[in-house]
Structure formats: structure tokens, C-alpha cells
């Protein structure tokens, strides 16, 4: 639990395990996580709504089970989403059968971690709630849990136009280990082994 100040009152910040009725607001943070227009490609104009249907469900990459929620003053404001790796092509499979139900679409999705890696696969923090340490909060939740639960290396993706997050992810232990591409974006892999 984290105690900070907005405009000269104290407001709690806490954060905690998703719930299948955080479902909207997981599907929001996937959304600004990725772009409107990017997630319009794979998930239709519709995409909020196959966004929620995938994240009530049980084994998929935006579930529910993989989502930690931050909340000021009881007030959800932010969603990180993360997995172990290992489980990567089974979510992914789930994830692309569930969009395919919804949309009219053939998806097919670069693969993005491997086995030996805990991966941060979304963020996103609702625009009246940013710039409050929220997503500094969340990355160190999960960052922490995941090494707390044994996974050796946390992993994530950021892309080459976007320094100001690779600066967040930096001061958080993070570092370049090579790079990729995801969804038509040149990405920088980073990675970390310490709280």
C-alpha cells in the first residue's frame, strides 16, 4: 500500500488482484496499452467489447488471472497484465480463438516471450489518473510478485519511439537484451533479474 499526494491532499494508492468485473477496465488499459488503431486491426471497431469477453475469461493473455488492478482511494485507475512465459502459446492460442468468435478476422500475432521469462505484456492507466506514479506502481507490483514466485528473468516489450517508457522501465532495473517486432512496430526486449 503506497501513500502520495494530488494536489495538496493525500490519497491511498493500492493495488490488488483483478476480478472477472474488472473486465472493462482491463480491456481499456490492453486498448491504450496497444493504440486504438492497432487494436481496431485485430479486434474490429467492436474491440472494447471482444477486449472484456477476453479478459472474464479464464486462460487467455488479457484474463482476468494475469491482471493486477490499481485503485485510488477504492477507485480502479490502472491494469498491468502479465504471464509466465512458458504459457505463451496456449494463452495466445486461446486469445486468437476468442477474437476469431467475435471478429471476422484472421489474427495471427508475433510471438512475444518464451519459456524462462515472466512476461509484462500490457499497462495502462486511465488518462484522469496519469502522471501519479501509477504505472510505476503497477510495473513494480508485478515485477516483484513475479520474482517473488521464482521466475528468474521479467521481461517486456517497449517501442523504439518511445523513450519516456523506456526511462520508466530503466529506473526499474530493466535493460535492453535485443529486439523484435510486434505488430508491425520495431521493439526494444528488455529485461530484469532484481527488485
Not at 501513500?3 to 473486465?23: C, N, Q, S, Y
Not at 472494447?48 to 494475469?66: G, K, T
Not at 486469445?95 to 499497462?123: M, N, P
Not at 484522469?128 to 521481461?155: C, N, Y
Request: glycine content about 8%; aromatic content about 8%; overall charge negative.
Amino acid at each position: 500500500m503506497y501513500l502520495f499526494t494530488i494536489t495538496m491532499t493525500e490519497h491511498k494508492l493500492t493495488h490488488r488482484p483483478a476480478k472477472k468485473e474488472d473486465a472493462p477496465l482491463i480491456a481499456k488499459a490492453v486498448a491504450m496499452a496497444f493504440g486504438e488503431e492497432c487494436i481496431k486491426l485485430y479486434c474490429g471497431d467492436n474491440y472494447i467489447d471482444v477486449l472484456e469477453n477476453i479478459a472474464m475469461s479464464e486462460n487467455c493473455q488479457y484474463s482476468f488471472r494475469n491482471v493486477i488492478i490499481a485503485e485510488i482511494d477504492g477507485i480502479p485507475a490502472g491494469a498491468i497484465c502479465g504471464y509466465d512465459g512458458a504459457k505463451m502459446p496456449e494463452i495466445k492460442k486461446n486469445t486468437i480463438e476468442l477474437i476469431r468468435k467475435q471478429v471476422d478476422t484472421k489474427v495471427t500475432i508475433e510471438e512475444e516471450t518464451k519459456d524462462g521469462e515472466f512476461y509484462i505484456d500490457s499497462l495502462g492507466v486511465l488518462p484522469e489518473f496519469r502522471g501519479q506514479g501509477i504505472g510505476s506502481t503497477l510495473l513494480k507490483a508485478m515485477r516483484d510478485q513475479a520474482l517473488e514466485e521464482g521466475h528468474p528473468l521479467v521481461g517486456l516489450l517497449v517501442d523504439y519511439n518511445n523513450p519516456k517508457a523506456e526511462a520508466l522501465y530503466e529506473k526499474l532495473g530493466f535493460k535492453r537484451i535485443d529486439t523484435t517486432s510486434l505488430l508491425g512496430h520495431k521493439m526494444w526486449h528488455m529485461q530484469t533479474s532484481e527488485p
